[in-house]
């Protein structure tokens, strides 16, 4: 029987991702197939209370289920290329700073479940920035996706604009082989000087940047620098702490505690979780116009009433229970802080509980950012 290599199994496997149906024309949205059109639907931006479902019973079968959970998860195959081992996860060995984030098969899969679970957060949208399609649709349009990971985001983009040039970089070869033919993955830091001309990208992207990049005015001044006049910067990531509309957070919760250490070893990181919300002035401060903040309610568990929300939810709840937070703390808490995996674990423990329990109606917040280069004069 002919074996197949690792990656050959991560370029066949079968994708979660909105490409997976229907090639969409550039005025599409991505179709999510969650049909919150047709369903009771609900605004989740930061102004907006977000409503739980009238009757918790109903989450008996919506909640938490390995099995589930498994389904989820078999369709993403991955590799590991290359990292450094700490406590039996995987982190990029390159890069100009220590990335607090694994890059192991894990991860891969938890990468390509939060770009489906964004996607829906943000009502079948890859991007809110109001760039007209005939711009990134044009033959000389290019697109930079920054930190790409699994290169899902700038995969998608590719598919969705055909005749436009999609880069994705990272600092671990953690991508497939097999993409769209206008789409280019490449090994860098975004830390370091950037190697492309001036005036070059028509749209600059980045998600989930935390704990990767320290100095946010000099990325963003880099951007600017690159993106040509009329292009757009967008950033978006979320602040990992937990909030409630009608109080449901319990005393001394478990979570609540594992959020503060979060922020603990960020900080000492020099990496502030809490940077989101400097990015409009630090665009402002390099040039771009146009700057708006959109911030979004990303529900934690399969409790919110509207349809969409609770898929969304389902899969972060997914991703928390089935390592998570593991992902987001473990490099930190044992060689930031000085921790013990096993006092973690106690902490952690805590938190799967309130993540599990249908009562408990918490969210944390999604920040995007965006703005423009001016036009020349």
Excluded at 77 to 93: F, M
Excluded at 260 to 276: H, N, S, V, W
Aim: with cysteine; net charge negative; glycine share 8%.
């Amino acid at each position: 029987m002919a074996h197949t290599t690792p990656a050959e199994e991560r370029d066949a496997r079968p994708s979660i991702s909105p490409r997976s149906v229907a090639p969409q024309h550039d005025t599409d949205p991505v179709d999510s197939g969650i049909g919150s059109s047709s369903e009771y639907d609900q605004e989740n931006t930061e102004d907006h209370f977000l409503h739980a479902h009238d009757d918790d019973s109903s989450f008996t079968d919506e909640g938490y289920d390995e099995s589930d959970a498994s389904s989820f998860l078999s369709s993403i195959l991955s590799e590991v290329r290359r990292g450094v081992e700490i406590e039996g996860r995987i982190y990029p060995a390159h890069g100009k700073h220590e990335y607090g984030m694994p890059m192991d098969e894990k991860e891969l899969d938890r990468n390509d479940l939060q770009h489906h679970k964004y996607t829906l957060l943000l009502n079948d949208r890859l991007y809110v920035a109001p760039i007209p399609d005939s711009q990134l649709g044009e033959q000389s349009s290019r697109i930079l996706d920054l930190g790409t990971g699994t290169g899902i985001w700038a995969i998608d983009m590719a598919d969705k604009f055909p005749n436009t040039e999609v880069i994705g970089v990272d600092i671990a070869p953690t991508q497939p082989n097999f993409v769209p033919p206008n789409c280019i993955f490449e090994i860098d830091d975004v830390e370091e000087d950037w190697p492309y001309r001036p005036n070059h990208f028509d749209f600059v992207h980045g998600r989930d940047l935390m704990t990767a990049v320290r100095d946010w005015p000099r990325l963003i001044q880099q951007a600017y620098t690159h993106l040509k006049p009329g292009g757009w910067i967008q950033l978006a990531s979320t602040i990992p702490g937990a909030l409630s509309d009608d109080n449901t957070i319990p005393p001394n919760s478990g979570y609540v505690e594992a959020g503060r250490l979060y922020f603990e070893m960020a900080e000492k990181m020099g990496a502030p979780l809490d940077a989101p919300r400097s990015w409009a002035d630090q665009m402002r401060a390099a040039g771009f116009t146009n700057v708006q903040d959109e911030v979004y309610k990303l529900p934690m568990g399969p409790w919110p009433r509207s349809k969409r929300l609770r898929t969304v939810g389902k899969l972060e709840q997914i991703m928390i229970l089935d390592g998570g937070f593991e992902a987001y703390m473990l490099r930190g808490y044992t060689q930031i802080l000085g921790g013990r995996v096993e006092d973690l674990q106690v902490i952690l423990a805590l938190a799967r509980r309130e993540i599990k329990d249908p009562s408990v109606h918490t969210y944390v917040l999604f920040h995007i950012t965006y703005g423009m280069k001016p036009q020349e004069q």
